[in-house]
């Protein structure tokens, strides 16, 4: 327990312990083959972005006008990368909390039953605009307003 806080929570050590935990924890849940790249490109945004900020730091204390020029756009450029990196990690982040779809999910439609006085009955949609409904003796009216998008 101590080597997963100390891998996450102590700065410059977290650059190199915490995304290995996050490769392991996408290789235990076998998400690691959708999620190999984005943790790799946040991983490098992070360690650069670190890098950016320590440099910005260190050339804060010049007293110069162009020292001081040059250090307000690297601390500008190191902002921005700071934020490429949090939106890397948010990206990853949602790697996690989405889930792969291996096929789409059944929808359920209403058809007018035959003409022998059955109730209507519900029949899968493909999803592909053709009617798998039972042979009746006249089509079925639409439900939704002319004009309307039956998805909305």
């Known amino acids: 327990m101590w080597a997963l806080r100390a891998g996450c929570l102590v700065p ?5 312990w915490a995304p290995v935990y ?6 235990a849940e076998g998400r690691l083959k959708w999620l190999r790249r984005p943790i790799v490109v ?5 360690v650069v972005s670190t890098a950016l900020s320590i ?12 020292g001081m020029a040059d250090n307000t756009v690297t601390t500008i450029v190191a902002y ?29 439609v209403m058809v007018a039953s035959d003409m022998s006085g059955e109730a209507p009955g519900a029949v899968p949609d493909a999803g592909d605009g053709t009617d798998h409904a039972p042979d009746a ?16």
């Open 12 to 16: 410059l050590v977290n650059l190199a």
């Open 22 to 27: 996050v490769i392991e924890l996408a290789e």
């Open 42 to 46: 946040w991983w490098v945004a992070w």
């Open 55 to 66: 440099f910005s730091i260190a050339t804060s204390f010049t007293t110069d006008p162009q």
């Open 80 to 108: 921005l990368l700071a934020l490429a990196a949090l939106l890397l990690a948010l990206q990853v982040f949602l790697g996690f909390e989405r889930q792969p779809v291996e096929r789409p999910s059944k929808r359920w």
């Open 137 to 152: 003796a006249e089509p079925a009216c639409a439900v939704e307003p002319e004009g309307q998008n039956p998805a909305a």
